[in-house]
């Protein structure tokens, strides 16, 4: 076994990793470099203040680009765990003729390192591409001023590059600590079924996640009772909304397997959704991990959106007495709300990168399991609909929870900084975004479950039950 | 009859790569009885078997299930015929690690979307106390023991009441005590119920449980005999493997 380890086998494991970190870098560049073009395409009688233009966007571009890796993290970390868990054999060969525990999980996260370096120059190359294209088709087109100087290379760019990748191999390296827990004894092939999951030391986070969610909820509601009183209401609430934010995070195994619970009620009966529902919270932590990035996604999408609408429709009511600066706000605030979703949506989609691998890799390690049930009379449909089931079930419960919070988190920002002006008005539920989610989460449901529920059919119960 | 196949042929590759692993093979299984079917690795004994439970399509020949004909059957067909009419017994992944041991041994039924009847449910009963699981029906197979593990198989097997069933190396992965046991059960379930039974083993000890064993190599039947003993069993093994190293040397 190399340390570069390409073997198509190792290559298929780490494909979710490589997008993620490319989606990330191809994201960061470009905002890097959109802020560029944007401040050189601004008209010369500003230059004067293009400085600090530059500046103010790229402050809340990094925002943007810290959701968008916080999010990537997440998803590389569980994508790391879940083929630590396909591994097993492996490590437990490596422990047999002496590998430490230690040495075998930094060859892992160097592979992260490798892994998330290649993603990262990959999205580079194509963030460039775009701006290239963009700077060239732009003035032609009359998207952009002509006879600018527009700036290509931005040395903030290779920053962004170094960080994807040394995130990359940080949540390459949280991902792998299982690695330890192996026993070279599972090398003897004695092990038939691994154990679920233990939740052993978990209850120091479970107790921080509680306080947080808590002390969390106690401050949101506190801004929202101090938000009739003074705009100022906004900031207390913020800190709620950040603390209880991250206690769900946090506590998200505790969160997550009860929900999952709950849609796989919705997701049916009978065999085949019984078996699915039971998949999905098969290794609650597994399932907790790859689903909390979706929700984090979708809450935070939805979040911008209520509360980004629900200010516009509160500022509006506002100004009622005077139509024409109604009308001005309405249009900055619509223009505002739609690139803070798109730039927030960002992450949902690297979220949804991991769910989509998560589920394939999960199919692609119960092959034996699969080939006991065809042997046992699953027909081809049914373990397809078997797998559907268990992916509309993850998304379903990604998406209600993230919505649920989102709708939740964005009605408190804009009541506890506008309700001193208009009082109590319900949140403003912006439908177009709702229905995008929703759609989203449908295509992602049945995308994700296509490609692993094809080639699960396509092996032949003879050859799954042979597998390892 | 229960199961028989007529001018089985199995082949991989082409030409002089061409290998055998079923060589014009034609037997019958009878009703009622516990055959065995015995060989050197690579003799083609599990293919057999696969070929002969629908999960598995011959390069040539024809395969009955009772007085089904099911070679050509298509993929559907077969998986239906597999719930209800074969039941199967492996040596180790049996079970469905997300079920419970009722679970696993009710999947065969609900996978046909029909609930176990009063008598299906009072015979399943019956098959966990006899087996000595009635106090396991809520546990799942992480938490029982590879004896136990293997007695689930065998209810679940038993629970249908299918034309045959097909067991592969079931003792395989059991020690010698445990492994006796369940030959006992199985050999109790042809005495008692009448239920034919076809298993693949390459352990004396477990061929010696069968009415019938049928000795493979290099994917031909070499010999059919009656019930024998351990050590009959044993030489008639010895003689195969060294007449197959003869072959080898011939062919060399």
Redesign the interface.
């Known amino acids: 076994m190399s340390t570069v380890g390409a073997s198509t086998g190792q290559l298929r494991e780490h494909v979710a990793t490589i997008v993620v970190a490319a989606l990330s870098t191809l994201f960061a560049v470009t905002l890097i470099l959109g802020t560029g073009i944007l401040t050189a395409a601004l008209d010369p009688a500003l230059i004067a203040e293009s400085g600090t233009f530059r500046l103010v966007l790229l402050m809340v571009s990094v925002i943007f680009i810290i959701i968008a890796l916080y999010v990537g993290a997440i998803v590389t970390a569980n994508t790391f765990a879940t083929v630590i868990a396909g591994r097993t054999r492996i490590i437990a060969l490596l422990r047999l003729v002496g590998a430490t525990a230690r040495s075998v999980r930094s060859r892992v996260a160097a592979e992260g390192l490798i892994m998330g370096a290649l993603g990262a120059v990959v999205g580079w190359g194509l963030a460039e591409a775009l701006a290239f294209g963009v700077t060239r088709l732009g003035p032609a087109w009359g998207w952009l001023p002509e006879g600018r100087e527009y700036p290509l290379f931005d040395p903030l760019s290779f920053i962004a590059v170094a960080v994807v990748a040394l995130t990359t191999w940080a949540a390459a390296w949280v991902g792998s600590r299982r690695v330890a827990s192996v026993s070279p004894i599972a090398a003897t092939g004695a092990v038939?079924?691994?154990?679920?999951e233990a939740a052993r030391g978990r209850s120091g986070r479970s107790v921080w996640a509680v306080i947080l969610i808590v002390s969390g909820c106690t401050l949101l509601a506190l801004g929202l009772v101090l938000g009739f009183l003074t705009p100022l209401g906004l900031f207390v609430a913020f800190l709620g909304g950040l603390a209880s934010f991250t206690g769900i995070a946090l506590g998200a195994h505790l969160i997550m397997p009860p929900v999952l619970r709950l849609a796989g009620r919705i997701v049916g009966r009978?065999?085949t959704g019984?078996?699915a529902a039971?998949?999905a919270v098969?290794y609650p932590e597994r399932s907790a991990r790859s689903t909390i990035g979706l929700v984090i996604g979708v809450t935070l999408v939805t979040l911008f959106a209520v509360a980004l609408d629900s200010y516009r429709s509160m500022t509006l009511l506002a100004f009622e007495s005077d139509p024409a600066m109604a009308r001005a706000l309405d249009q900055t605030l619509s223009i505002t709300t739609g690139i803070f979703t798109g730039l927030v949506g960002f992450s949902a989609v690297i979220a949804a990168v991991g769910l989509v691998n998560t589920l394939s890799l999960g199919v692609l390690q119960r092959t034996?399991?699969l080939g006991?049930?065809?042997?046992?009379?699953?027909?081809?449909?049914?373990v397809r609909r078997m797998i559907i089931a268990e992916s509309a079930q993850m998304t379903i419960a990604a998406l209600g929870l993230g919505v649920a919070l989102g709708i939740g988190y964005g009605w408190v920002a804009a009541q506890s900084l506008l309700g001193s002006q208009v009082g109590l008005a319900p949140p403003t539920v912006p439908w177009p975004v709702l229905i995008g989610v929703v759609v989203f989460g449908a295509v992602l449901a049945v995308g994700a479950a296509a490609l692993p529920a094809r080639r699960a059919i396509r092996l032949?119960?003879?050859a799954a039950?042979a597998a390892d | 009859m229960v199961a028989l196949v007529a001018d089985l042929g199995k082949y991989y590759g082409d030409g002089e790569q061409r290998v055998h692993a079923l060589d014009d093979i034609s037997i019958g299984l009878a009703r009622g009885q516990f055959t065995a079917i015995m060989g050197p690795s690579g003799s083609g004994k599990s293919t057999l078997m696969?070929v002969m439970a629908g999960?598995?399509t011959p390069t040539s020949g024809r395969v009955w299930l009772g007085s089904d004909e099911i070679t050509g059957l298509g993929?559907?067909a077969l998986?239906?015929l597999?719930?209800?009419r074969i039941g199967?017994v492996?040596q180790?992944?049996?079970?469905?690690?997300?079920?419970d041991v009722r679970?696993n041994i009710v999947?065969?039924f609900?996978?046909?979307?029909v609930k176990p009847g009063r008598e299906e449910l009072a015979r399943i009963d019956a098959l966990l106390h006899s087996l000595g699981l009635a106090d396991r029906v809520t546990h799942r197979?992480?938490e029982l023991s590879?004896g136990q593990?293997q007695r689930v198989a065998i209810a679940?097997a038993l629970a249908t009441q299918p034309d045959i069933i097909f067991a592969d190396e079931p003792t395989g992965?059991l020690d010698t005590r445990t492994g006796r046991e369940v030959l006992g059960l199985l050999r109790s379930a042809v005495e008692q119920s009448g239920q034919s039974i076809a298993m693949v083993t390459h352990d004396p000890i477990a061929a010696s449980h069968a009415d019938r064993i049928l000795f493979l190599a290099d994917g031909r039947i070499v010999a059919d005999r009656g019930a024998m003993s351990p050590e009959q069993i044993s030489e008639t093994m010895l003689g195969l493997e060294r007449g197959a190293a003869a072959g080898l040397g011939e062919r060399a």
Do not use: C, I, K, M
Not at chain 1, 192 to 196: G, I, Q, T
Not at chain 1, 372 to 382: E, I, S, W
Not at chain 2, 92 to 99: A, D, G, I, K, Y
């Open positions: 038939v079924e691994p154990r679920p009978g065999p019984a078996l039971a998949n098969r034996r399991e006991l049930l065809r042997t046992l009379g699953f027909t081809g449909a049914q032949s119960p003879v039950l | 696969h999960l598995d993929d559907a998986t239906r597999r719930r209800r199967f492996f180790s992944f049996n079970l469905v690690p997300t079920l679970g999947l065969p609900q996978l046909d979307g197979p992480h590879g593990q679940r992965a």
